[in-house]
């Protein structure tokens, strides 16, 4: 019966029929995103029994709770639980710009790459990229983008940094440097905002603390769906007139939700239990970037910190057949373009799936 359903279903799904792409979900070795986990048996028992309410009223406990946890974790004032990063990023840069005014980051920013022209299309804002190392930049290349008093001249008014840097391949920020970019912010009087949609990634690998985050940025957006497990949602967190402000933005937005607090007690419980095991997705990443340095296909990896590897192949390698081999052993990932490809660890690969990779990677080439 469930053969003849699979064999009947014409929509695909990442190359396979769309049933049995759900049906064998669990076997599939899936490195295209930490976006991919799906709730834990624990997750879902808490987002069960969560009581609820409307939080367009202010009323809903579990996402009251999340915000206050996770305010106080970064010891800042208040915090907004939102649908996703792009909304929590697309609402700082609202707060914090008019339309004409500037905001400075890495040409591979997520903010600038990834959200939809979004700076342009929310907040009428323009962009000053910069070329930074791996998408992390420095205070004194933000000084170069800093635009003069001039009437020609848009207004420089935000700073946006991105930790861990996804184009980067995972790259974090040395707390240095982005103290050097804070103490720049405050002579020039520009707001620092951090996407943190995979900081606690960093934090775990450079062992760094979130109450020194809550201290440095006038705001942080962190993602609960990414390497934490949470189905979705994300936090923006910020001053208090500042997230009162944020709050409006995502009512008009059209991200003011009702009784999510099921979604936010996943968050929750992925802020209590999924922060200290993200070391365990840096080692498997690691060890990717070992397994991959062995293939001579593989021209390069980019240096691998925590648990994004992103690798460059051989000039007239066939990635795409490449891509389609492993999908036939069950290994899912992505091309980010024409020579380099992307893996990324998470909560659903356990042990056995990275014996596996380990296995196809051997005897492909
Ligand atoms: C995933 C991601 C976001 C937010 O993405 P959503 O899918 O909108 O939640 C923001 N910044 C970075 C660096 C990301 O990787």
């Known amino acids: 019966m469930k053969i003849s359903l699979i064999c009947a279903s014409k929509v695909e ?20 995103s930490d976006t991919v986990t799906r709730p834990t048996h624990e997750m879902r028992e808490v987002m069960h029994s969560t009581t609820v309410g409307d939080d367009v009223f202010g009323e809903d406990p579990a996402i009251n709770a999340l915000e206050n946890l996770a305010a106080n974790m970064f010891g800042m004032e208040n915090a907004l639980f939102c649908p996703s990063g792009t909304m929590t990023n697309q609402i700082a840069i609202k707060c914090h710009t008019q339309p004409g005014d500037e905001v400075i980051c890495d040409e591979l920013s997520h903010v600038y790459q990834y959200e939809g022209g979004g700076i342009a299309f929310n907040s009428g804002a323009s962009v000053k990229l910069l070329q930074g190392d791996r998408g992390r930049i420095t205070a004194s290349l933000v000084n170069t983008g800093i635009q003069p008093d001039d009437v020609h001249r848009p207004v420089s008014r ?9 184009r980067g391949g995972g790259s974090c920020y040395e707390w240095k440097d982005i103290q050097e970019i804070e103490l720049l912010c405050r002579q020039k009087g520009l707001a620092l905002h951090l996407d943190g949609a995979r900081l606690f990634n960093a934090l775990v690998a450079k062992g760094q603390t979130p109450e020194d985050y809550g201290k440095t940025f006038d705001s ?10 949470a189905p979705v949602g994300s936090l923006l967190l910020g001053k208090k007139d500042f997230i009162k402000r944020a709050r409006r933005f995502r009512k008009i937005f059209g991200g003011g939700m009702r009784q999510a607090g099921s979604l936010a007690a ?18 498997n990443a690691k ?70 990779l380990s296995e196809v990677l051997k005897n492909i080439d």
């Open 13 to 32: 799904k990442n190359g396979f029929p769309e049933l049995l792409f759900n049906y064998f979900r669990d076997m599939l070795i899936d490195l295209r």
């Open 158 to 166: 935000l700073v946006v940094l991105e930790n861990t840097a996804n």
């Open 220 to 229: 942080i957006s962190i993602c609960l769906s990414k390497g934490l497990g």
């Open 266 to 283: 996943a968050g929750t419980y992925a802020l209590q239990h999924h922060v200290s095991r993200l070391k365990k997705d840096h080692e």
């Open 287 to 356: 060890s990717i970037e070992k397994a991959l340095l062995e293939k001579p296909f593989v021209k390069e990896v980019l240096p691998v910190e925590t648990n994004i590897v992103i690798a460059e192949t051989v000039e007239g390698f066939d990635l795409a057949g490449f891509i389609e081999k492993m999908k036939a052993s069950g290994i899912l990932f992505f091309a980010i373009s024409s020579n380099r490809f992307r893996m990324v660890t998470h909560l659903d690969i356990d042990d056995n799936m990275m014996n596996k």
